[in-house]
């Protein structure tokens, strides 16, 4: 079993930036890719970005590249997601998602489908205000 607790979430102007965190805890870190999702009120929940556990595979949805980063750091067992000009468009609940699977690198299909993802967070609210 895997708990994961995300923060850094709050109220941000539209241009603003925010550092979600997630921490893991309850297995070894390095089993795991990690994403982030993200699901805004009356939409789907919907792919962020992904990492495998050596950041040999990274992936971002088109609407977040040049703008969003994903890391990690397996000493203390957390991913961040570091998120720069943000948009109105970027509110949204973020979910911090972690996913059995212990290759170097992960595919696009298996770091981007949410059904891949074996443990989740209990999301943490990004609202930008325009």
């Not at 805004?40 to 980063?69: C, H, L, Q």
């Not at 750091?73 to 699977?101: G, P, R």
Request: include cysteine.
């Amino acid at each position: 079993q895997v708990q994961l607790g995300e923060s850094g979430g709050g109220l941000v102007q539209a241009g603003g930036s925010l550092r979600l965190s997630c921490a893991a805890s309850g297995r070894t870190f390095t089993e795991f890719a990690m994403g982030w999702f993200r699901q805004a009120p009356g939409k789907e929940r919907e792919f962020v970005a992904a990492i495998s556990w050596s950041s040999g595979s990274i992936y971002y949805t088109d609407s977040v590249k040049g703008r969003f980063t994903i890391s990690r750091d397996n000493h203390k067992n957390t991913v961040y997601l570091q998120m720069n000009s943000l948009k109105h468009e970027d509110t949204a609940v973020y979910y911090c998602a972690a996913q059995v699977n212990p290759n170097d690198y992960v595919t696009a299909m298996e770091g981007m489908a949410a059904a891949r993802y074996d443990y989740w967070g209990q999301g943490t609210q990004v609202t930008v205000s325009s």
